[in-house]
């Protein structure tokens, strides 16, 4: 059974970086894809990034692009999300998630209800 356990978040100033961390475990196929969403309070699950199984095509929301990188280690077990230039809107608890549905469509930052293998999440506070 696949599971996903996110490391990384803490609290951190406007302007500053933090890195968090995807490690999965059990049998995963290499071509699945893995995404990063992210859930403020009071607002929507919103998928910020994701980084395809097969090709290791990366893709991000437009609120993140250019701030946000995604990859993965060699033996592909562990997804990272590098975060600069953090700002205040950025506050949420981030998840990394994954599941059958991506060996279909491959990332899709709009399929979370269609995941079914999420982490526990990892809270990022951004403020001065």
């Known amino acids: 059974q696949v599971q996903l356990v996110e490391s990384g978040g803490g609290w951190v100033q406007p302007g500053g970086s933090l890195r968090l961390s995807c490690a999965a475990s059990?049998?995963?196929?290499?071509?699945?894809?893995i995404g990063w969403f992210r859930q403020a309070p009071g607002k929507e699950r919103e998928g910020i990034s994701c980084?395809?199984?097969?090709?290791?095509?990366?893709y991000y929301a437009d609120s993140v692009k250019g701030r946000f990188t995604i990859s993965t280690d060699n033996a592909k077990d562990t997804v990272y999300l590098q975060m600069n230039s953090l700002k205040p809107d950025d506050t949420a608890v981030y998840y990394c998630?994954?599941?059958?549905?991506?060996?279909?469509?491959?990332?899709?930052?709009?399929?979370?209800?269609?995941?079914?293998?999420w982490g526990q999440g990892t809270l990022v506070t951004v403020s001065s």
């Open positions: 998630a994954t599941g059958q549905y991506t060996l279909v469509a491959g990332c899709d930052l709009y399929g979370a209800r269609y995941l079914e293998v």
């Open positions: 980084i395809s199984g097969k090709h290791g095509t990366t």
């Open positions: 059990g049998f995963m196929s290499d071509s699945y894809s």
